[in-house]
């Protein structure tokens, strides 16, 4: 019902920048939040960042001052630009937002991943 793709991901050096896309498409009702997981081979899934459909934005501690979320809701799309890079950022990053098909009825949806990793 609701299909998310993400792109952007890819190799870079410590210190480089990447930008992830995630642009979510179907009968969508409307969104209520778009949101940027991660997860480091071994690790659990872990929130990076978040914003809502008002333009609030929240970061990890991790990546406060380094990453930037943003959004176009007329796109249903959601960014993820990500400044000084480092190697422990490496991970398959997941885009994930609430949405709702019917009204009133919101549910996660999630992307199948895009793979940053960052080399020393």
């Known amino acids: 019902q609701v299909q998310l793709v993400e792109s952007g991901g890819g190799l870079v050096q410590a210190g480089g920048s990447l930008r992830l896309s995630c642009t979510a498409s179907?009968?969508?009702?409307?969104?209520?939040?778009m949101e940027w997981y991660r997860q480091a081979p071994g690790k659990q899934r872990e929130l990076v960042a978040t914003?809502?459909?008002?333009?609030?934005?929240g970061y990890a501690d991790s990546v406060k001052g380094r990453f930037t979320i943003s959004g176009d809701n007329v796109k249903n799309t959601v960014y993820l630009q990500m400044n000084s890079l480092k190697p422990e950022d490496t991970a398959v990053y997941y885009c994930?937002?609430?949405?709702?098909?019917?009204?009133?009825?919101?549910?996660?949806?999630w992307g199948q991943g895009t793979q940053v990793t960052v080399s020393s």
């Open positions: 179907g009968s969508i009702v409307s969104i209520n939040a």
């Open positions: 914003i809502t459909s008002s333009g609030s934005t």
């Open positions: 994930n937002c609430y949405a709702a098909v019917v009204a009133g009825a919101f549910r996660r949806y």
